[in-house]
């Protein structure tokens, strides 16, 4: 059926693509008259239109040129935050600006926070597949879930993000939930820091314990037509025998080009880079916008489904272990052969904003996500132990065998379904000298959550199979999962009530924004097993007063200093049955940021530099036995110093990286030894920079190539478990040429990624440690019609 169900999202792609895009190019289109460019605030884009030439009676004078009329660009007003998004910088890879949430668009000079929008252009040409390859560039941010698992968690800042928090069109928690297709979307916004007013709380997760995205945020902008149609085609290939295709067209239509529609699909199928995995991925999605003088909306629908077979799971650390084993060499598959991970998600959002005056306007968005997933696998633990013997007691080891592994198999379904929206309004107000942005909205987002997990028995222990990391397990056999070990239905709810103010003077040299939310969170628990760990609880809800404050100054035009006071809000927790004061609600957990900054922009190069400290509560449990609690008294402090670059040296050579210094360290540990110890998976120092150039020896020859460093991590609280520094080497090349058929450019991609095939333990977190990637070639030609 997952066959099927791809095969047909393809089919319905190439169909609409075909019929609708490559037939329109076989007519004769009727010239469109173009308008000169009014005054008017926002003006939708005009059409380009040929003159054609009629002096062909005199013999041998060639005919004049064709006169080429571009079309007039939209301007999106500056109350609105749909129509165009802000435009790309220097170089392409990243754009001038993005979207804050309530705040609504702002340029990069004039945003203060640390914000990066990669783009399209950047996505393309490095040949990304999902959005952990985009983030890839980032060095705030590093992926925590494995490589070939089909999941794409984060750290950002050195704190956990949920790949159920990603945003999409500002919504968040709608976009795809374990990995995202990179394929549709038009820029990957990537917001360091919390941002409780800005977005509002996350649900995260199973939504009843949520991250709280207190490190960061990820918005996803998907495509809409542009002001040229297009018709691309694009042929692909990953190692080791992954082939497949993308399908992107676009069109805008009306007298002066206010409808949109475009068309984004692909599939891929084979062989992954990893010995005897297969991924089967596809998805399409379709973006309808109209963008008038007084009013725009945006409208998307979007389906994708993955068949990864078998997934590789992250590696359980016991507080017991004494030593991380040396990584298997690159590829090796250590999962069971009939493991399996089969997500499928629905999604769409809608979008719309009407200028009510020139400084003032009204807007709403609506959101729903239907995640469904099954699967089958062990996550292995690590034991070092001979397979067959694990001692029960851990005073006694078991005999040692480096890289010895044991897990209980299971089986399960899940689903998530999201519903997401906000309505607000934007204005802007003259005072004398100062000038108010004025937003206001109301947010909410509802998160229900199934789970049925079935496994072989009852009986934990007789469940239990065993393996060795080095030794590729493919003579286990598959269990007959009958037991019925989870059901449950866990739901959250999240409304939020927030305004702003940013004040700015002397030409907007001086800005100062003030900002407070009233949010509201509430969770509830259904089990439905006799005797559950969790026992069920009706809803239950609290509510928390956020503010956050920012000052932009501009000394000189092209330098911005800022400064901002923001938190971030992770869902109120319930103590489980397993503790004394179980049945506890836990408040509202309010992570703290304070970060100051400074961004320089020379032009065609920006360079940011910031310095934070970011401190978030956490659960700890006191006291043992019977009589053991938990408590909201714990604490993790992470500060830190970024600097990031971007944009063109010179025309031909474009940069794109920089490097985050952080501190984490506990101050408030479950047991006190462990105070002032360092914070678990969060690097000292982690570095990216890739650099791009087009070659004089031979035209539209562009060579690129990239660096990612991670420094060494911690694996355990107690600090005496760490994983080696890492550094991965990518690089590509890309020839574009005209086609001799259209006379239309064809695009040649090829990109080599970890170019010395090292075998390296990633990341570590939450008690896990991932497994890197090992090399992969990506090969790519892109046919426009």
Do not use: C
Not at 510 to 521: D, H, I, K, M, P
Not at 562 to 570: C, F, K, T
Not at 600 to 625: E, M, W, Y
Request: charged share 15%; no cysteine; glycine share 10%.
């Amino acid at each position: 059926m997952r066959a099927v169900s791809l095969g047909a999202v393809s089919y319905l792609a190439l169909s609409l693509d075909f019929a609708g895009g490559l037939s329109a190019f076989g007519q004769n289109l009727p010239p469109v008259t173009v308008d000169a460019p009014s005054q008017q605030r926002a003006r939708p884009a005009a059409a380009r239109r040929t003159q054609t030439s009629t002096s062909r009676v005199q013999r041998r004078v060639a005919a004049p040129a064709p006169r080429r009329v571009e079309p007039v660009p939209y301007v999106t007003p500056s109350t609105g935050a749909l129509g165009a998004p802000p435009a790309p910088y220097a170089g392409g890879q990243v754009a001038t600006g993005g979207s804050l949430g309530l705040l609504g668009n702002r340029g990069v000079m004039d945003t203060p926070f640390n914000q990066t929008s990669y783009t399209a252009e950047l996505i393309a040409n490095q040949q990304a597949r999902t959005i952990r390859d985009v983030l890839a560039n980032d060095p705030s941010v590093r992926v925590v879930q494995a490589a070939g698992g089909g999941a794409d968690s984060l750290f950002v800042r050195g704190f956990y993000y949920d790949s159920g928090d990603f945003g999409l069109n500002g919504l968040y928690g709608i976009a795809p939930y374990y990995s995202i297709g990179a394929n549709f979307i038009e820029r990957v916004e990537v917001l360091k820091g919390p941002s409780a007013v800005l977005n509002g709380m996350t649900t995260g997760g199973t939504g009843v314990s949520s991250g709280g995205a207190v490190g960061g945020s990820i918005n996803l902008i998907t495509k809409h037509a542009l002001d040229v149609d297009i018709t691309r085609l694009t042929g692909t290939y990953v190692s080791k025998s992954q082939f497949g295709g993308h399908m992107d067209v676009s069109r805008r239509y009306g007298d002066r080009k206010e409808w949109g529609i475009r068309l984004n699909s692909t599939y891929s199928n084979g062989n992954t880079p990893w010995n005897r995995q297969t991924d089967e991925f596809g998805n399409v999605h379709l973006g309808l916008d109209y963008r008038g003088e007084n009013a725009r909306m945006e409208v998307d629908v979007g389906y994708q489904a993955d068949n990864l077979k078998p997934p590789l799971r992250f590696f359980t650390v016991a507080p017991t272990t004494t030593i991380i084993p040396p990584p298997p060499k690159a590829g090796h598959n250590f999962q069971v052969p009939w493991a399996y991970y089969a997500p499928t998600d629905f999604f769409s959002t809608v979008k719309g904003e009407v200028d009510v005056t020139d400084s003032l306007t009204a807007y709403a968005a609506f959101g729903y996500h239907d995640s469904n997933i099954n699967y089958a696998y062990p996550s292995p633990n690590i034991s070092n132990a001979v397979p067959g013997l694990l001692s029960p007691n851990p005073a006694i080891p078991a005999t040692f065998q480096l890289g010895g592994l044991w897990s209980r198999p299971f089986a399960g379904k899940e689903t998530f379904e999201t519903l997401a929206g906000e309505a607000g309004v934007r204005a802007t107000v003259d005072t004398g000298p100062i000038n108010h942005a004025l937003n206001a909205n109301y947010s909410i987002n509802d998160r229900t959550y199934t789970q049925q997990v079935r496994t072989r028995s009852n009986n934990p222990v007789a469940d239990i199979i065993f393996w060795n990391l080095y030794n590729e397990p493919t003579n286990i056999p598959k269990p007959n999962f009958t037991f019925l070990a989870a059901n449950q239905i866990t739901g959250v709810r999240v409304s939020s009530i927030g305004v702003t103010d940013t004040m700015s003077m002397l030409n907007e040299r001086v800005q100062f924004t003030v900002g407070l939310r009233r949010q509201t969170a509430g969770s509830e628990v259904l089990n439905f097993l006799p005797t559950p760990a969790t026992p069920s609880r009706p809803f239950q809800e609290e509510s928390v007063w956020s503010p956050a404050y920012a000052i932009l100054v501009k000394p000189v035009e092209n330098i911005s200093l800022y400064a901002n006071y923001i938190e971030g809000l992770q869902t109120p927790t319930v103590v489980s049955g397993i503790y004394a004061n179980r049945g506890t609600v836990f408040p509202v957990a309010q992570t703290q940021q304070a970060e100051a900054g400074v961004k320089i922009d020379a032009g065609r190069i920006t360079t940011t530099l910031s310095v934070f400290d970011i401190n978030q509560p956490s659960i700890i449990t006191v006291g043992s036995g019977v009589t053991a609690t938990q408590q909201l008294n714990g604490r993790q402090r992470n500060r830190g110093a970024e600097i990031n670059v971007f944009g063109e040296i010179t025309p031909a050579i474009r940069l794109l990286g920089g490097l985050a210094l952080i501190d984490g360290v506990q101050e408030q540990a479950q047991d006190p030894s462990n105070n002032g110890k360092k914070a678990v998976g969060v690097p000292a120092l982690t570095a990216n920079i890739g650099a791009e150039w087009d070659t004089p020896f031979m035209r539209d020859l562009t060579l690129s190539a990239r660096v990612i460093y991670t420094g060494p991590q911690y694996v355990n609280v107690t600090n005496t478990l760490t994983l080696p520094e890492w550094t991965r080497v990518d690089i590509g090349a890309r020839y574009t040429f005209t086609s001799p058929w259209n006379g239309k450019p064809i695009v040649v991609r090829a990109n080599i990624e970890n170019v010395f095939n090292e075998a390296y333990w990633a990341s570590a977190y939450s008690g896990v440690i991932t497994l890197a990637a090992p090399r992969t070639y990506l090969l790519s030609t892109t046919f426009n019609f």
